[in-house]
């Protein structure tokens, strides 16, 4: 009697180190290139199946497609804190932009509502890039704030909020128009509108 069959075996082609969603941490892996065989009283023969390349973590055993070699949560997250930090600034020149003539702009005001939004003093080449940048959009704030709703906390809507009011208001004083901006922004930025007023309220913002 024959017996013939089929036997899947992986071989490994490299190995290193790569960060595992699973383990959610960096650990070591093995890069296999997995065929299927047919088999000859049990012995394999020659391949009739070419399963191709997975990542398989030593650790949890989990498998991966090959681009989870790509995957870099640290430079992922830098990446996305950079997007983050430049809305808050673009979103600052237009408000600034907005309220005021570009001849009149206050670049101190921004840089000091940047200071306190994000804790992380200004460069000057970043600030005057943006502001050439902004100048020449027609993005509005609110499309900028809708943008930062996405991807800010509450806690980074708050301040980025309490930022936007060191813009807008003159000694804590606004008129209608400026407090109908705060209030757009506030809603495009998704905060409660009866939490906007306790922030008003703390900011001491008076209104004529």
């Not at 899947?8 to 960060?19: P, V």
């Not at 699973?22 to 093995?30: D, F, K, M, N, P």
């Not at 900028?144 to 996405?150: D, G, H, K, R, V």
């Not at 400026?178 to 001491?204: K, N, T, W």
Request: net charge negative; aromatic share 10%.
């Amino acid at each position: 009697m024959i017996i013939w069959g089929s036997r899947s075996k992986a071989s490994t082609k490299e190995s290193g180190r790569f960060y595992c969603p699973h383990c959610q941490g960096h650990r070591q892996y093995e890069l296999k290139h997995s065929k299927q065989y047919f088999t000859l009283y049990f012995v394999r023969t020659f391949p009739i199946q070419d399963h191709g390349e997975y990542v398989e973590c030593t650790s949890c055993k989990t498998t991966y497609d090959k681009k989870i070699l790509d995957y870099d949560p640290e430079k992922e997250a830098e990446e996305y804190k950079a997007v983050y930090l430049l809305l808050i600034l673009d979103l600052l020149i237009k408000l600034a932009i907005t309220k005021n003539s570009i001849e009149n702009l206050d670049i101190s005001k921004i840089e000091n509502a940047y200071l306190q939004a994000t804790q992380i003093s200004l460069d000057k080449d970043l600030l005057m890039n943006a502001y050439q940048r902004v100048k020449n959009s027609e993005e509005t704030y609110t499309q900028i704030a809708n943008e930062l709703s996405t991807i800010a906390n509450e806690f980074g809507k708050e301040a980025i909020l309490r930022a936007s009011i060191k813009i807008i208001s003159e000694d804590k004083t606004v008129t209608k128009n400026e407090l109908e901006m705060l209030f757009d922004l506030s809603e495009s930025l998704q905060i409660p509108r009866a939490y906007v007023r306790g922030i008003f309220i703390e900011e001491e913002i008076i209104s004529k």
